[in-house]
């Protein structure tokens, strides 16, 4: 075979290559759309499902902070869920009778969730690995205790009921339709934020105390300052998440933040892609739709995505999406540039 030959047949393979990535791109952008297009017109226990998995996308994105970009284990990050509901169910109910609005609540809860994480930060700056994610774990148990057992402020395991339906400017939000949208939007600006973030020089500080903390510091890091930045940005992002859940059920009580669900966030992060806004999306797809496409097998349903789980941590355990495939490479698929 000539050289010319050998030549032209690299680069028929390498055009067929760049056609089969940007056919992938291109089918996973249309999925997109076509799910944001379509989802508003299905049956309310649908768009409930898609309402489910946003919020656990919200979660994601923040969790992902602390955990893909920082490189620290957090197994409390429920606690910060709880936090942004249980604010949005105090302030919105009769409870304490004050009945704001949900754009009034949305800051405040930000403000508290940003506040709880460097609370949280401050007396594990000096940990790493195990050590870290048993106090974490333990301070997500503690606020899911606390809110157990003040009776006359969080109702105890009663709950708050009887919350205020959420609207803007006038403009009702209760229905799941109109719920889908407030997520739609919520996801798309957190979602912009934590990427810009990323490309900072904040993501990039991140980044060095992932790979090595010690370097990291020698360098002229500021490893306290940033750890806390990760903490209180992805307790805010938690908070945030927390309102628009209690919003939407118009009903909070323990039971919604367990371990369980911190667990569960964790693994959308490790089976999707850690550090990826992408594979967030395709974590999350993966835990919060399947058992719902496989209800029908109930006895089955959840042996059949343990293994799968373990599968998909065996044959990638860097997790399905590349930390390579972000969104710039996207576009750059997309568009050949």
Same mark, same amino acid.
């Given at each position: 075979?000539?050289?010319?030959?050998?030549? #032209?047949?690299?680069?028929?393979?390498?055009?067929?290559?760049?056609?089969?990535?940007?056919?992938?791109?291109?089918?996973?952008?249309?999925?997109?759309?076509?799910?944001?297009?379509?989802?508003?017109?299905?049956?309310?226990?649908?768009?409930?499902?898609?309402?489910?998995?946003?919020?656990?996308?919200?979660?994601?994105?923040?969790?992902?902070?602390?955990?893909?970009?920082?490189?620290?284990? #957090?197994?409390?990050?429920?606690?910060?869920?709880?936090?942004?509901?249980?604010?949005?169910?105090?302030?919105?109910?009769?409870?304490?009778?004050?009945?704001?609005?949900?754009?009034?609540?949305?800051?405040?809860?930000?403000?508290?969730?940003?506040?709880?994480?460097?609370?949280?930060?401050?007396?594990?700056?000096?940990?790493?690995? #195990?050590?870290?994610?048993?106090?974490?774990?333990?301070?997500?148990?503690?606020?899911?205790?606390?809110?157990?057992?003040?009776?006359?402020?969080?109702?105890?395991?009663?709950?708050?009921?009887?919350?205020?339906?959420?609207?803007?400017?006038?403009?009702?939000?209760?229905?799941?339709?109109?719920?889908?949208?407030?997520?739609?939007?919520?996801?798309?600006?957190?979602?912009?934020?934590?990427?810009?973030?990323?490309?900072?020089?904040?993501?990039?500080?991140?980044?060095?105390?992932?790979?090595?903390?010690?370097?990291?510091?020698?360098?002229?890091?500021?490893?306290?300052?940033?750890?806390?930045?990760?903490?209180?940005?992805?307790?805010?992002?938690?908070?945030?998440?927390?309102?628009?859940?209690?919003?939407?059920?118009?009903?909070?009580?323990?039971?919604?933040?367990?371990?369980?669900?911190?667990?569960?966030?964790?693994?959308?992060?490790?089976?999707?892609?850690?550090?990826?806004?992408?594979?967030?999306?395709?974590?999350?797809?993966?835990?919060?739709?399947?058992?719902?496409?496989?209800?029908?097998?109930?006895?089955?349903?959840?042996?059949?995505?343990?293994?799968?789980?373990?599968?998909?941590?065996?044959?990638?355990?860097?997790?399905?999406?590349?930390?390579?495939?972000?969104?710039?490479?996207?576009?750059?698929?997309?568009?050949?540039?």
């Amino acid at each position: 075979m000539s050289a010319q030959t050998l030549a #032209d047949s690299r680069e028929a393979e390498a055009t067929g290559s760049r056609l089969g990535r940007r056919l992938a791109a291109f089918l996973l952008l249309a999925a997109i759309v076509a799910l944001i297009a379509v989802t508003p017109f299905l049956p309310n226990y649908y768009i409930r499902v898609v309402n489910s998995l946003l919020i656990y996308v919200l979660l994601g994105i923040g969790l992902n902070i602390v955990i893909g970009y920082a490189g620290l284990l #957090d197994l409390g990050f429920v606690a910060f869920y709880a936090v942004g509901a249980y604010t949005y169910g105090l302030l919105a109910s009769p409870q304490l009778g004050l009945h704001l609005p949900i754009l009034v609540i949305l800051p405040i809860a930000a403000a508290i969730g940003a506040i709880t994480g460097i609370l949280l930060g401050m007396p594990v700056l000096r940990l790493r690995g #195990d050590y870290l994610a048993i106090v974490t774990l333990g301070f997500g148990e503690i606020i899911r205790i606390l809110l157990n057992n003040l009776d006359d402020l969080t109702g105890g395991p009663r709950g708050i009921f009887g919350i205020d339906k959420a609207s803007i400017l006038g403009v009702s939000i209760a229905r799941p339709g109109e719920i889908f949208w407030l997520l739609v939007v919520t996801v798309f600006i957190v979602g912009t934020l934590v990427w810009r973030l990323e490309r900072s020089i904040l993501g990039k500080a991140w980044a060095a105390i992932r790979e090595d903390q010690d370097a990291a510091k020698g360098v002229g890091i500021n490893t306290t300052n940033v750890k806390l930045a990760a903490f209180a940005i992805s307790a805010t992002i938690g908070s945030i998440a927390g309102v628009i859940f209690a919003a939407s059920q118009r009903f909070v009580s323990p039971e919604s933040f367990t371990l369980q669900e911190s667990v569960l966030i964790v693994l959308m992060i490790v089976i999707g892609g850690m550090g990826n806004i992408l594979g967030v999306f395709v974590g999350a797809s993966i835990l919060i739709l399947l058992p719902e496409v496989l209800r029908e097998f109930a006895e089955w349903r959840i042996l059949f995505l343990g293994l799968l789980m373990v599968t998909l941590i065996i044959i990638r355990p860097a997790g399905i999406v590349p930390r390579t495939l972000g969104p710039v490479r996207l576009v750059k698929v997309l568009f050949g540039k």
